[in-house]
């Protein structure tokens, strides 16, 4: 039993970090595995005993798609407990300065597809979409699309929590699209850093029944808060209608779609529908957008369908379009995924063969 439980949190360790330097095997022997038979699993990692470069080394080395670097490398400090509920992992991290960069180039060379909530505890810190500046404050959660770049620094040590959550668990919350590099900063959004302040503090004392439990009403709090932090307000008529016309979409992305056919199956007069998915770019963007994350998951699983076969396939009048579509979208193109989704496939079953003779 032992022994399976510690396989399965060798998974979370590495589903949570990445492996791409050779320090990753040393600083594995920094983390404390907390696995009492009835609590959640946790991770615990620390600098403390490694020194500023070298710690710093190995923090970065454990910072899946992002390029980091060290305000002060000669001060630097991390120390981090990390969780895998559900499908989500939570992370309280207490790091010095630093600066993270999500560039197009790191984008393509991997194939996460999840989004970041960053619920700030201490210290401040800024970030930047390329569309849009932050700068956080103590109680406040910020929104990132991996699939997009961005860059976030603090000057300063900071304590946060992170949450990763896996684009299909999280959609269709179609605000989440629109809030790439935003603050929460409405009573919703306070309501979920409040939320998330407490769960990172009674994982530790969670146990593995429950889990699950908690990891469905967390989703349901997120998902419900991260809507109406997209909304204006007085608009919860229109965030009811972009979750219908959500759930209507993507049930049918490879079907013609068009507002009026959104109009007629939902009942809804053209400036109550248009109003709805105003803040989000307008119906056929969104649409656009449905259909682009749809190839880029099909891509990502291993999809073997030609760029013309997509592109027909959900309604762009040829491969060249669906291109350049993509290309703007996500800062690299079809192709670019397909290799790097093939390079990660071979990678894990060399890896596979390798631990298989030792």
């Given amino acids: 039993m032992f022994e399976h439980r510690a396989k399965r949190s060798r998974k979370v360790f590495w589903f949570f970090f990445s492996k791409k330097n050779f320090l990753t095997s040393l600083t594995f022997l920094f983390f404390k ?17 490694l020194g500023p470069r070298d710690g710093f080394a190995a923090w ?40 993270l960069v999500r560039s197009p180039e790191r984008i393509r060379q991997d194939t996460v597809d999840h989004y970041v909530l960053v619920l700030q505890l201490e210290g401040d810190w800024e970030a930047e979409t390329g569309e849009r500046q932050i700068r956080s404050a103590p109680g406040i959660t910020c929104i990132f699309d991996k699939a997009l770049p961005f860059v976030a620094q603090s000057r300063r040590s900071v304590d946060i929590v992170i949450v990763l959550v896996p684009r299909a668990v999280m959609e269709p919350a179609a605000a989440m699209m629109a809030l790439h590099g935003h603050a929460l900063t409405n009573e919703a959004g306070r309501l979920l850093s409040d939320y998330l302040h407490v769960l990172v503090h009674r994982l530790e004392s969670l146990t593995e029944i429950e889990a699950p439990y908690v990891a469905k009403a967390t989703l349901e709090i997120m998902r419900s808060c991260v809507q109406a932090a997209g909304a204006k307000p007085g608009d919860a008529k229109p965030v009811d209608v972009v979750r219908r016309a959500a759930r209507l979409i993507d049930r049918n992305l490879a079907e013609p779609l068009t507002p009026e056919k959104l109009q007629s199956a939902l009942n809804l007069s053209r400036s109550s529908l248009y109003r709805a998915f105003e803040p989000l770019g307008g119906v056929a963007f969104f649409i656009r957008d449905r259909r682009l994350a749809r190839i880029h998951a099909m891509v990502s699983s291993g999809e073997r369908a030609s760029v013309s076969q997509l592109a027909a396939t959900f309604g762009f009048t040829s491969a060249a379009q ?6 703007a979208h996500f800062g690299y193109s079809v192709s670019d995924l397909r290799a790097r989704t093939r390079l990660a496939a071979g990678v894990e079953l060399y890896r596979g063969w390798t631990k298989a003779i030792s």
């Fill in 33 to 49: 595995v907390r696995m009492p038979p009835d609590l959640l699993q946790s991770f615990q990692f620390d600098t403390a005993a």
């Fill in 60 to 99: 970065s080395s454990l910072i899946e798609g992002f390029d980091a670097t060290a305000a002060d490398l000669e001060h630097f400090s991390a120390a981090a407990q990390a969780w895998m509920l559900g499908p989500l992992v939570v992370t309280r991290t207490k790091v010095s300065g630093v600066r």
């Fill in 322 to 327: 669906l291109t350049r579509a993509f290309t």
